[in-house]
């Protein structure tokens, strides 16, 4: 009898011990064993790294023996929640697709549990003017019987006066480098270099020393557009005759362009524009020759964003690589855009479209019952959006869109601006611009 039961106890213990080594073997060959329908699936793995780290981990709300940045393998494929806890912050969720033997990377930023704006800084009544980069704001108030120009600096929350005058300021824009300004003053077209600050007004004269006169250089001035490679060289237009003009030297030369229209881009040395039968041509100014691209309709403005040229009407936009003008364009619908590497986003009142232009794929669309009033990049893979009376940012990495509400029932928002992981809002109180923060963390 014994024997007998200790050939039944070899039995199991030899069948227990092969399934537990096919299970290791199994497991570590990436497999893993469906008991539902009793069959062996490939599995898949996720890593998982938050901002801050050390944030506990739920998959289907099941919490996991480890925390942030951690990698979870063996993950059966198909949709699962992910949810992200750390005291003191938001909890994060997400649903995310799994695919076997791929890992999935999932990038997350834990933001405060309690949010709140800052104390808010006055800045003008008159319209606000963003730097390139985003940092600088460009306005004028009305002081003392003055027209006073203010520079203030997001991230230092600091206002700088770079120029006054009795006389009422037309155009006022930023060169391309941040670094100048240009003023339309009187119908004199003024340069300032924003390294001089509380600029005196000597009955009310133009001072050479510390402003560049254009209309001394060029007069009767049409247009200005700006080099985007060198501030300090332009193109000025005057009675169909284009000039380039080095600001530093004085040194002026006549462009041969006979066709040129009204809208156009200056960098390095070639223009890039759009004629009068709606075709987009570049001439080089070294060269003196021009090429003739792509037949567009009713271009309203054209911009530049590093690698790209941006051909905008009034609800498509036309994205074309700018070191081959040849090729065949992006069309995208909105409004606005803005870019983050090569990440595009369009949007308008109603919608937002993301695109990589790397993939040349559409990833997400995201429509709202709310008004869209603006949004920026937050870090690589979120956006701060406005809408009407809420804030809220939102993953859009491609693999997973979350959505977070930071703060509501906030009137009145005009802009958003991210610097160095604040979120600055500038809306109007009455008849003036104010601007605040939000820290995230």
Not at 227 to 234: E, G, K, M, P, T
Request: aromatic fraction near 10%.
């Amino acid at each position: 009898m014994s024997k007998k039961i200790n050939f039944i106890f070899f039995i199991v213990f030899s069948i227990i011990a092969v399934l537990t080594t096919a299970f290791v073997i199994i497991t570590y060959s990436g497999y893993k064993i469906d008991f539902k329908y009793m069959r062996l699936i490939k599995t898949g793995s996720i890593y998982i790294n938050t901002n801050p780290t050390k944030a506990d981990i739920y998959i289907d709300n099941k919490k996991i023996d480890q925390r942030t940045p951690a990698i979870i393998n063996h993950v059966i494929p198909g949709r699962h929640t992910i949810t992200l806890e750390k005291k003191g912050y938001k909890t994060w969720e997400t649903n995310i697709d799994i695919p076997p033997e791929i890992t999935t990377f999932l990038n997350c930023e834990l933001i405060y549990e309690d949010i709140e704006l800052s104390k808010t800084s006055e800045l003008s009544n008159q319209p606000l003017i963003l730097s390139n980069n985003k940092r600088y704001i460009l306005y004028i108030k009305h002081e003392n019987n003055l027209n006073n120009v203010y520079v203030y600096d997001i991230a230092s929350q600091e206002q700088f006066k770079i120029y006054s005058t009795i006389s009422n300021i037309g155009r006022i824009e930023w060169a391309p480098d941040n670094k100048r300004v240009l003023l339309l003053v009187n119908g004199k077209f003024l340069v300032i270099n924003l390294n001089i600050i509380e600029l005196p007004v000597i009955n009310n004269a133009i001072q050479s020393h510390k402003l560049i006169n254009l209309n001394a250089l060029i007069p009767d001035i049409a247009d200005i557009i700006w080099n985007q490679s060198a501030d300090n060289i332009l193109v000025i237009t005057n009675d169909k005759q284009l000039y380039k003009v080095d600001i530093n030297s004085e040194e002026i030369t006549k462009i041969n362009i006979n066709d040129f229209g009204r809208i156009g881009l200056f960098i390095n040395d070639k223009i890039i524009y759009i004629n009068s039968q709606n075709i987009l041509r570049e001439y080089n100014i070294s060269s003196d020759l021009t090429n003739e691209y792509i037949d567009y309709n009713n271009i309203k403005n054209i911009k530049y964003y590093d690698d790209y040229i941006v051909l905008l009407n009034n609800q498509d936009m036309f994205i074309i690589f700018r070191k081959d003008l040849k090729s065949e364009p992006i069309k995208l619908s909105g409004e606005r855009i803005e870019f983050n590497k090569n990440r595009v986003i369009t949007f308008n009142n109603s919608e937002i479209n993301i695109y990589d232009l790397r993939e040349g794929v559409l990833n997400n669309t995201l429509r709202y019952g709310k008004k869209i009033i603006d949004l920026d990049f937050y870090n690589n893979n979120y956006i701060v959006l406005i809408l009407e009376d809420e804030i809220k940012l939102i993953n859009i990495d491609g693999s997973s869109l979350n959505e977070l509400n930071l703060i509501s029932n906030i009137k009145s928002i005009q802009h958003v601006i991210v610097l160095d992981n604040r979120i600055n809002i500038i809306y109007k109180d009455g008849d003036s611009y104010m601007i605040s923060h939000i820290d995230l963390r």
